[in-house]
């Protein structure tokens, strides 16, 4: 995995936690449900790349 893959996909998370704060504070959910979806899809991608990583 390239350095760039992770911090594209943590800065994936770190986006998904503040909407999902922001949703929490504003009472927003939308908002929230939105910043959950990019958490799991930031992780899943991490995942994906550490399954690629395994298998070289």
Same mark, same amino acid.
């Given at each position: 995995? !390239?350095?760039?893959? /992770?911090? $594209? &996909?943590?800065? $994936?998370?770190?986006? !998904?936690?503040a909407k999902e704060k922001a949703g929490d504070v504003t009472d927003d959910q939308d908002l929230q449900a939105e910043g959950k979806k990019d958490q799991t899809k930031g992780s899943l /991608? &991490?995942? !994906? $790349? &550490?399954i690629k990583d395994a298998f070289k």
């Open positions: 995995m !390239g350095i760039a893959d /992770k911090a $594209e &996909n943590t800065a $994936e998370k770190l986006t !998904g936690q /991608k &991490n995942a !994906g $790349e &550490n």
